[in-house]
């Protein structure tokens, strides 16, 4: 009796050691999230700085979430734009693999500038001044005479 009983104590731990061993694992996953975001909350406060202007406020209030771009951000090339609002993204979301949705502002003028969602990171452009300083990108409808028409989403996925 009492190796019959040895013998299930073992089973037993064994069952909880392989039931706690994923536990443990993401246990270390949600630390290495942690400090992800942590990196990207003092990347963001360099950003959000008077040395670079990149965002000047966050409305949290609603999703998605308003974002107010500053001086930095419109300065900025395509490829630059689209990392700040990822990185942002993964910030808000709080984990370095999900996004949240964000709904890009002109901290000046209070106008809505773009958006980064489901369909990826896109910009709306104004007009064919803003279409040529962004050359990377394509506008989806133009005029026949090339004048953007309107708000002309730009995307660079």
């Known amino acids: 009796m009492g190796r019959q009983s040895g013998m299930r104590r073992t089973i037993a731990g ?7 061993s994923p536990s443990l694992s993401q246990s ?18 360099i950003l959000q700085g008077d040395a670079y202007k990149f965002w ?25 734009k689209e990392q700040f609002v990822e990185i942002f993204s993964h910030y808000l979301a709080g984990h370095p693999e999900k996004f949240m949705l964000i709904d890009l502002y002109d901290a000046g003028t209070g106008a809505a500038i773009g958006e980064f969602g489901w369909g990826g990171f896109k910009l709306f452009v104004a007009g064919p001044s803003q279409a040529a300083q962004d050359k990377s990108n394509t506008a989806i409808a133009d005029n026949p005479d090339g004048t953007a028409a309107g708000k002309t989403a730009v995307t660079s996925k």
């Open 14 to 20: 064994l069952f909880l050691l392989f039931l706690l």
């Open 28 to 45: 270390q996953d949600f630390k290495a999230w942690q400090l992800k975001t942590a990196q990207f909350k003092e990347w963001l406060d």
């Open 56 to 80: 000047t406020r966050l409305d949290g209030t609603r999703r998605p979430h308003k974002l107010y771009v500053g001086e930095g951000f419109n300065k900025a090339d395509l490829k630059d």
